[in-house]
């Protein structure tokens, strides 16, 4: 299959950008360093070009309704101009993927899903939608490219793009506006742990503003950022990865996402199985963890508890800020608390470890 | 970034620098830039035996984690300690201070390529 090139490609080639084939898409991993685009982000600004990512459009007078039906989360809580984190889920409970949801209006949404997982999700809110009347879903990720901008001083360069009023807008919400002359959705959301934007324009226009913001920024220090930097930040963070942290086995109750979870709106896909699990218990929770030994655990890494290998490495790496290999598994409850020694099977050596809350990293307010 | 002409390499971007029967090994420019930022360097044991094209320890980067293969048959003699505090030096220095261990060989390495040869080696696989 070819590999798809977002409208920003050639500002990443022409940056220097290490490209590399990421969820179909041919996308950079770093420019400068994984660790350097990190700090960035932690103590300045970065960019990131997160265009890969789908976004879906859910329209008509039943729209609530067909949301309230797939995913997990509250829809008729949003009102226009928020946005929130949810489960597009399975009968199972388990996630299809995770998702944004923003309201437009009251019969338009916004979805803004995971790039492996777009075609999958436009076919599973096809194949559920039929039957619900006024209800359209339409795959509009071609009509969009997104820019991520991230990190402390993220407004201030923000800032000298728009009219709007970022600094209020609240955690979680948007505006539609002009941002850097191209019509914009600008929302106060992100994946790396600090306060930020994520603006999404036209294709077209996205080259020519990438350009700008690197441009403007260059006083803040603004960093482009690859794909590298944006999985060390949201890690740290503890922001689940879907494929990695989250899939089609696990629940969100499981994933300590029960903030998502609102069996109280009514009916939705997942929603029995998900009660069960909230009465009967679930077998196993992520947790996070510091490797105490020598060497670094990775994704599917064994983890050992009490004698036994009890579970799974779902992230893991040298943690930039926190300067520390950290990671994140699941486990039967019973070796969930903090402070709990494991013991993690990198490459066939087992290395301690013990059990530490969650998230590694809370920016400071 | 030059490779050094003393120098001889491997495919798989190791490098060697041979003083009497004592084989210097550490990964090449080229190998670190594709690995990235280094944060630990898991090295073999001294007294190890090694034979051309062993697995021999990793690199990891933040990143993931690479093999390092012996470029050349030996029994390791030394390790670079400096790594375990300071495993950025394989970025900083790769073809100096971020050497990885040393070897004591039998032969030389026959297989290995020459400065230039490497450089057209790394031109061939010049898609990346």
Not at chain 1, 100 to 107: A, E, Q, R
Not at chain 1, 231 to 256: H, K, Q, S, V
């Amino acid at each position: 299959m070819d590999l798809k090139r977002t409208p920003l490609f050639s500002c990443h080639v022409e940056a220097g950008g290490r490209i590399v084939p990421f969820a179909g898409w041919e996308m950079p991993v770093q420019y400068r360093g994984v660790i350097e685009e990190h700090r960035a982000v932690r103590t300045g600004v970065g960019l990131f070009d997160v265009s890969h990512m789908g976004e879906i459009e859910v329209t008509g007078g039943r729209a609530l309704e067909f949301l309230q039906h797939v995913t997990c989360n509250d829809v008729a809580k949003l009102v226009a101009g928020r946005a929130h984190y949810s489960g597009l889920m399975t009968p199972r409970g388990t996630f299809v993927d995770d998702l944004l949801v923003h309201k437009m209006s009251d019969d338009r949404y916004f979805l803004v899903v995971n790039a492996a997982n777009t075609e999958k999700d436009y076919a599973y809110l096809c194949a559920q939608v039929n039957g619900f009347g006024d209800a359209d879903v339409r795959d509009a990720s071609a009509d969009w490219a997104q820019i991520a901008v991230q990190g402390p001083r993220a407004l201030e360069l923000g800032q000298r793009f728009t009219s709007a009023r970022l600094a209020e807008i609240k955690y979680y919400r948007f505006v539609e506006d002009d941002f850097g002359g191209a019509r914009a959705i600008i929302a106060r959301t992100g994946y790396t742990g600090e306060d930020g934007l994520e603006v999404y324009v036209a294709p077209d226009a996205a080259a020519g503003l990438w350009r700008e913001l690197l441009r403007v920024g260059a006083d803040l220090g603004v960093a482009p950022c690859g794909l590298g930097a944006r999985d060390t930040l949201r890690f740290e963070a503890c922001m689940a990865l879907y494929g990695n942290d989250i899939d089609d086995t696990t629940t969100p109750l499981e994933a300590g996402l029960e903030w998502i979870v609102k069996t109280d709106k009514g009916p939705f896909l997942g929603r029995d199985a998900l009660l069960r699990q909230q009465e009967q218990g679930i077998p196993r929770t992520l947790i996070g963890f510091e490797v105490t030994g020598r060497g670094i655990a990775r994704h599917g890494y064994p983890i050992w508890a009490g004698g036994r290998h009890a579970g799974v490495v779902t992230s893991g790496t040298h943690a930039p800020t926190l300067n520390k290999p950290l990671g994140l598994g699941y486990v039967p409850l019973e070796f969930a608390a903090e402070g709990t020694p494991l013991e993690i099977e990198i490459r066939g050596q087992r290395v301690g470890a013990v059990v530490v809350p969650t998230p590694f990293y809370r920016r400071p307010r | 970034m030059a490779y050094p002409k003393e120098f001889r390499y491997s495919r798989t971007h190791e490098w060697v620098k041979m003083d009497g029967d004592v084989a210097t090994i550490g990964i090449t420019q080229f190998a670190q830039e594709q690995l990235g930022d280094v944060v630990f360097v898991e090295a073999p044991a001294v007294g190890k035996k090694l034979g051309a094209g062993d697995s021999s320890g990793n690199i990891e980067s933040v990143k993931a984690v690479s093999e390092i293969f012996a470029p050349i048959a030996g029994e390791v003699v030394e390790v670079n300690a400096e790594l375990q505090a300071h495993p950025e030096l394989i970025n900083q220095d790769p073809h100096g201070r971020g050497w990885l261990m040393r070897l004591k060989v039998a032969g030389a390495g026959e297989e290995l390529l020459d400065a230039a040869a490497y450089e057209a080696f790394l031109a061939e696989e010049g898609a990346h």
